[in-house]
C-alpha cells in the first residue's frame, strides 16, 4: 500500500510539473503574438495598415503597420523596409529608428518595420533562439522580437515539396514562406505571396523612387556588408559605395543576378520600375558556426567559434574577439541609408528631397542604439 502511495504522489507531483510547464510555455508562446511598441517622432503624417494598399491582407496575420512621413514639399519618394526577415534584428531596428527620430520636409518617407509580420510571431525551429532582446534606453529596457526567417506555419501551411514561386523559379518548399523569394507576389496567392504582392502595391501607389530592404546574413556567407543592386539602381549605388568607402566603410557592391528571381531587388526593379537595393550587415546570431543562442549573441555579436573561423580564413568579413555588435550593423544601415539618399540627389539636384534627424553613424556606434529610442511608455 505503501508502495502505491508513494506512486501515486510521484504521478500528482509529475503531472502538476508538467502541467505548470505546459502552462508557461504556453504563455510565452503566445506572448510572440503580441507588437512591440514604437513611438514615432512628431514628423509622423500617417500611419497606415498594409491592408490599406491591399484589402486581402485585412485581418490576417500578414498585415502589419505603414509609417508615412510626407514633407510640406513635394519631393523624392523612399520606401524602406525592415523585417522581411524577422531574424536579422538590424534591420528591424534601423527602420524603428527611423520612425522614431526622422523628420521630412521635402518628399516623403514610407517606413515598414515589421515587413513579414506573421514572422515576428514565432522562432526557427531546432535553433534555440531567444524570443526577445532588450536594449537599454535613457529610461530604461525596450524589448523586441527575435523571429523567424519564415512565415509562421501555424498561418500558411502545408508547405509543398517544391515551391515554384511568382517569378517562375523552383525553390525548396519551406520557401513559400520566406518573403524574399515571393515578389512580385500573387493576388490570390498563400500568405506570403500576399504580403509581398502588398508590398508591390505600396512601391507602385506611392510612386517609390527608392526602395531600400534592410538584411542582415552570416559572416561565412559570401554575400556580406554589402549593396545589392538592380541594374536601374547601379548609378546611385556606386556612388554610395565609393562614399563609403571614403568613410573607411568596407562594403561589397553586387550586382542583381538576372536569373535569381523572387528577390526583392529584382523584382521590385523589374515589376514597380524603382531603383531596387538591398543591404546586408553581419550577423553572427544566425549563423552556422556560433556557439549558444543567447539575447546577448544579437546584441553584442561576439562568439568564439566566429573568431578561431576568421583565424582560419574561412569568412568573408573580419572577425575578432570585439566581435560585430548591433549597435554597429545598425550604424552601417544608417550610413548606407544616408549614401544612398544622397546620390539619389546627386543623381537628378531638380527632384528635392530634405531629411532631419536621421542617426548619424559616428553617434550610434559611439552612444549605442538606446539614445535614438524612446524610453518604453
Keep these: 500500500m505503501l508502495k502505491i502511495k508513494r506512486h501515486l ?17 504556453g504563455k510565452s508562446f503566445m506572448s510572440m503574438h503580441i507588437d512591440d511598441h514604437i513611438f514615432p517622432s512628431s514628423g509622423l503624417t500617417e500611419n497606415k495598415m498594409l491592408s490599406e494598399y491591399f484589402p486581402k491582407l485585412k485581418k490576417t496575420p500578414g498585415d502589419t503597420p505603414v509609417f508615412i512621413f510626407q514633407g510640406e514639399q513635394p519631393g523624392r519618394n523612399i520606401l524602406i523596409l525592415g523585417g522581411a526577415h524577422p531574424n536579422e534584428p538590424a534591420g528591424t531596428i534601423a527602420a524603428i529608428l527611423l520612425v522614431e527620430n526622422i523628420h521630412v520636409q521635402a518628399g516623403k518617407v514610407i517606413i ?64 513559400c514562406r520566406n518573403l524574399n523569394r515571393s515578389y512580385p507576389g500573387r493576388r490570390n496567392g498563400n500568405l506570403t505571396e500576399k504580403i509581398a504582392f502588398g508590398i508591390m502595391e505600396v512601391l507602385i501607389s506611392e510612386n517609390i523612387d527608392l526602395a531600400l530592404d534592410l538584411h542582415e546574413a552570416a559572416p561565412e556567407y559570401p554575400v556580406i556588408n554589402a ?39 529584382r523584382e521590385w526593379g523589374d515589376f514597380a520600375k524603382v531603383k531596387a537595393v538591398l543591404l546586408e ?43 560585430i555588435p548591433l549597435k554597429l550593423r545598425v550604424a552601417r544601415h544608417l550610413a548606407s541609408i544616408e549614401a544612398l539618399i544622397s546620390a539619389l540627389q546627386e543623381e537628378d539636384p531638380t527632384k528635392i528631397f530634405a531629411i532631419h534627424g536621421l542617426p548619424s553613424m559616428e553617434r550610434v556606434k559611439i552612444e549605442g542604439i538606446g539614445q535614438f529610442l524612446a524610453p518604453p511608455k
Design 9 to 25: 504522489i510521484f504521478g500528482s507531483v509529475f503531472l502538476l510539473g508538467a502541467m505548470a510547464l505546459g502552462y508557461f510555455s
Design 112 to 175: 515598414i518595420p515589421w515587413a513579414n509580420h506573421s514572422g515576428f510571431t514565432h522562432n526557427d525551429p531546432q535553433e534555440g533562439s531567444p524570443q526577445r532582446f532588450s536594449i537599454r534606453t535613457q529610461d530604461g529596457q525596450r524589448w523586441f522580437k527575435y523571429g523567424s526567417r519564415l512565415t509562421n506555419p501555424i498561418h500558411q501551411w502545408p508547405d509543398p515539396t517544391v515551391y515554384i514561386n511568382p517569378s517562375g523559379q523552383k525553390l525548396a518548399g519551406t520557401e
Design 227 to 265: 549593396i545589392v543592386f538592380h541594374e536601374s539602381s547601379a548609378e546611385i549605388a556606386s556612388i554610395a559605395f565609393m562614399e563609403l568607402q571614403l568613410s573607411n566603410l568596407e562594403f561589397r557592391l553586387e550586382a542583381s543576378p538576372p536569373n535569381l528571381r523572387g528577390l526583392s531587388h
Design 281 to 323: 550587415t553581419a550577423n553572427v546570431s544566425h549563423g552556422r558556426l556560433k556557439g549558444k543562442p543567447s539575447a546577448s549573441l544579437i546584441t553584442e555579436g561576439r562568439d568564439k567559434n566566429y573568431v578561431k573561423a576568421d583565424k582560419l580564413g574561412r569568412l568573408f568579413v573580419p572577425f575578432k574577439e570585439e566581435g
